[in-house]
T-cell receptor, first 116, second 115 residues
Framework: DTEVTQTPKHLVMGMTNKKSLKCEQH?????MYWYKQKAKKPPELMFV???????INESVPSRFSPECPNSSLLNLHLHALQPEDSALYLC???????????????FGPGTRLTVL | RKEVEQDPGPFNVPEGATVAFNCTYS??????FFWYRQDCRKEPKLLMS???SGNEDGRFTAQLNRASQYISLLIRDSKLSDSATYLC????????????????FGIGTKLQVIP
């Protein structure tokens, strides 16, 4: 099973709202990723968790707060977002066998976020 | 020079044609290479990992040329359903202890197969 699930599929929120995006995988992967993708652009890395620890934060604004409650789950908490944060938010997971290995990333279907 | 470069296209090809995409990378220490396919408003899906020996999966063939630092994807007998954006993804080898990989995406090449 190479499935990564994400909820919700679509989210519309105001600039003062607090919401969370959820991601789940049951492939036994120990690396999980959050990406942001704007139209006609490639995915842009936001955060990486490895063995449930935050390993990379790509200078993401603090209005985005990631959380990895366990090895299967990844959350992204949103607060006080701006309209320019509207995008497709993708979760991915991979094995974590070291940088010399082929650790293919598998993506979830994404959450399409609109900030009003 | 960008880390990973792709021709954004679009490549408009008739059904049944053979089409090839190239992707160049700048870091000679790059270790792993992938082609992903992304349909409009969908997530990227892994199409193929690209190994040093080259690999083939049905109508799709991927090659790696380390000397010239590029990877290629060949699609034979194009189908309408092959219309998508093809993303070249490279792991430029950033040593870390966590096992994760911070890969670099190309901008993607758009393919449109025409009836």
């Amino acid at each position: 099973d190479t499935e990564v699930t994400q909820t919700p599929k679509h989210l519309v929120m105001g600039m003062t709202n607090k919401k969370s995006l959820k991601c789940e995988q049951h492939m036994g992967h120990r690396a999980m990723y959050w990406y942001k993708q704007k139209a006609k652009k490639p995915p842009e890395l936001m955060f990486v968790y490895s063995y449930e620890k935050l390993s990379i934060n790509e200078s993401v604004p603090s209005r985005f707060s990631p959380e990895c409650p366990n090895s299967s789950l990844l959350n992204l908490h949103l607060h006080a977002l701006q309209p320019e944060d509207s995008a497709l938010y993708l979760c991915a997971s991979s094995q974590a066998r070291g940088p010399l290995s082929y650790n293919e990333q598998f993506f979830g279907p994404g959450t399409r976020l609109t900030v009003l | 020079r960008k880390e990973v470069e792709q021709d954004p296209g679009p490549f408009n090809v008739p059904e049944g044609a053979t089409v090839a995409f190239n992707c160049t990378y700048s870091n000679s220490a790059s270790q792993s290479f992938f082609w992903y396919r992304q349909d409009c408003r969908k997530e990227p899906k892994l199409l193929m990992s690209v190994y040093s020996s080259g690999n083939e999966d049905g109508r799709f063939t991927a090659q790696l040329n380390r000397a010239s630092q590029y990877i290629s994807l060949l699609i034979r007998d194009s189908k309408l359903s092959d219309s998508a954006t093809y993303l070249c993804v490279v792991n430029p080898l950033r040593l870390n202890s966590g096992g994760y990989q911070k890969v670099t995406f190309g901008i993607g090449t758009k393919l449109q197969v025409i009836p």
